[in-house]
C-alpha cells in the first residue's frame, strides 16, 4: 500500500460546480496534511493545511481530515477553469530518527470545463 | 511565505558530467529540503539540508550522487553527479516555515541529460 494514494484523474466538473478531491493515508501517526496545487511546468504552491478532525474552510476551498478513517479530502466550490491544475496531497509523517518529512501523494489531474 | 530562487531555471547537460544547482531563500531558516520530480510523477525527497549539520538522505538517494551544501541559514546547494539520462528531471528546493510543518517551494530547475 502507498503511503499516501490520491485517484490520478482527470477529473472533469463544469465551471460552477464543487470538486471533491480524495487522499488516503497508511501512516496512522500523522499528524499534519497539506494541499498543493501545482500547474503545468511550475512549482507546487500550498492552498492549505488541517491538523485537527473536521472542516477547515479558507474562501472557495475547505479541507476534510478523518483520523480515524485515514482520509483528507478538498473540496473547491464555485471551480473556475484557471483550478484546473494538479493538486497533491502531502502527509508529514514521522521518520525514525525523530524527525518529519513530507509524503506526497501523486496527485489529481483536475479540469474544469468552461 | 519565504520567497526563493533557484538557479539555473533549466539546463541540458551531458552524461557524465555534473550540475550544481543553487537554492537561494530571503530570510534565515532552519529546514531545507531537496526534492526530485519526474516527468508525470509526484514529488520525492531527495535529502534534508540543515544548517551546521550534514545533509540527511532518504532511501535511494547517496551523498557521493547528490552532495549537498548548507554555508548558512539562507543558502543550500545541491549538486547531481555524474549524470545519466535518468536523472532528468525537475529539482525543487523547499523550506519549512517557521513554527514547523508547512513547507515552501522553489521555482524548480529543469535539467535534461543526454
Known amino acids: 500500500q502507498k503511503e499516501v494514494e490520491q485517484n490520478s484523474g482527470p477529473l472533469s466538473v463544469p465551471e460552477g460546480a464543487i470538486a471533491s478531491l480524495n487522499c488516503t493515508y497508511s501512516d496512522r501517526g500523522s499528524q499534519s496534511f497539506f494541499w498543493y496545487r501545482q500547474y503545468s511546468g511550475k512549482s507546487p504552491e500550498l492552498i492549505m493545511f488541517?491538523?485537527?478532525?473536521g472542516d477547515k474552510e479558507d474562501g472557495r476551498f475547505t479541507a476534510q481530515l478523518n483520523k480515524a478513517s485515514q482520509y483528507v479530502s478538498l473540496l473547491i466550490r464555485d471551480s473556475q477553469p484557471s483550478d484546473s491544475a494538479t493538486y497533491l496531497c502531502a502527509v508529514n509523517i514521522l521518520k525514525t530518527s525523530g524527525t518529519y518529512k513530507y509524503i506526497f501523494g501523486t496527485g489529481t489531474r483536475l479540469k474544469v470545463l468552461a | 511565505s519565504a520567497v526563493i530562487s533557484q538557479k539555473p531555471s533549466r539546463d541540458i547537460c551531458q552524461r557524465g558530467t555534473s550540475l550544481t544547482i543553487q537554492c537561494q531563500v530571503d530570510?534565515?531558516?532552519?529546514?531545507m529540503f531537496w526534492y526530485r520530480q519526474q516527468p508525470g510523477q509526484s514529488l520525492t525527497l531527495i535529502a534534508t539540508?540543515?544548517?551546521?549539520?550534514?545533509?540527511?538522505?532518504e532511501s535511494g538517494f547517496v551523498i557521493d550522487k547528490f552532495p549537498i551544501s548548507r554555508p548558512n541559514l539562507t543558502f543550500s546547494t545541491l549538486t547531481v553527479s555524474n549524470m545519466s539520462p535518468e536523472d532528468s528531471s525537475i529539482y525543487l528546493c523547499?523550506?519549512?516555515?517557521?513554527?514547523?510543518?508547512?513547507?515552501?517551494f522553489g521555482p524548480g530547475t529543469r535539467l535534461t541529460v543526454l
Open positions: 488541517i491538523y485537527s478532525n
Open positions: 530570510s534565515q531558516v532552519t529546514m
Open positions: 539540508a540543515n544548517q551546521g549539520s550534514e545533509a540527511t538522505y
Open positions: 523547499s523550506v519549512e516555515a517557521s513554527g514547523g510543518g508547512t513547507q515552501y
